[in-house]
């Protein structure tokens, strides 16, 4: 019974996930300038490429480098989110000139990114002292049974 409510459930995703995609395609094609839709689409397929070349490899290469290790899951959780919000950000940061209105992008992108890459790293290290301090004061189990 688990199984089939499991298939069900799939297969509602998957439906929901293609009409979205169908949406996102019909949206694509209708509300871009003329002209634009090659310059969205190769800007789509370089953050897809950056994502499956850079960011999923090295949260792997974490993964594998601390697999013996117990802080494993915390430098992968600052990994990928520093990468998720540089892709985020990215659209902003690789954006070639200056707007003709000052006041579309007003802020120091880059810098902010730096802040917040920063606050993430801090976060990481923060987390991963705490669990490994509060793993040192908790008391180990003794080997010795009581009979």
């Known amino acids: ?24 395609a019909v949206r694509l094609l ?3 300038r ?33 697999a013996g290790g117990r802080l494993g899951g915390v430098w992968r ?11 985020v950000a990215s659209p902003v940061l690789l954006r070639p000139g200056r707007p003709a209105n000052p ?4 802020l120091d992108y880059p810098l902010g990114l730096a802040l917040v890459l920063s606050a993430v790293a801090a976060a990481t290290c923060a987390t991963a002292g705490w669990l490994r301090w509060r793993r040192r004061r908790t008391p180990r189990p003794s080997s010795v049974t009581r009979s």
Do not use: K
């Open 103 to 106: 006041s579309v992008l007003p």
């Open 1 to 24: 019974m688990r199984a089939a409510a499991m298939t069900v459930a799939r297969l509602l995703l998957g439906a929901a996930g293609t009409a979205l995609a169908a949406v996102g």
């Open 30 to 32: 209708t509300g871009t």
């Open 77 to 87: 959780a600052g990994l990928l989110t520093a990468g998720t919000v540089t892709l």
């Open 34 to 66: 003329p002209g634009t839709v090659g310059d969205v689409l190769v800007w789509g397929g370089s953050l897809l490429v950056l994502h499956d070349g850079v960011l999923v490899p090295a949260v792997l290469a974490v993964g594998l480098l601390s």
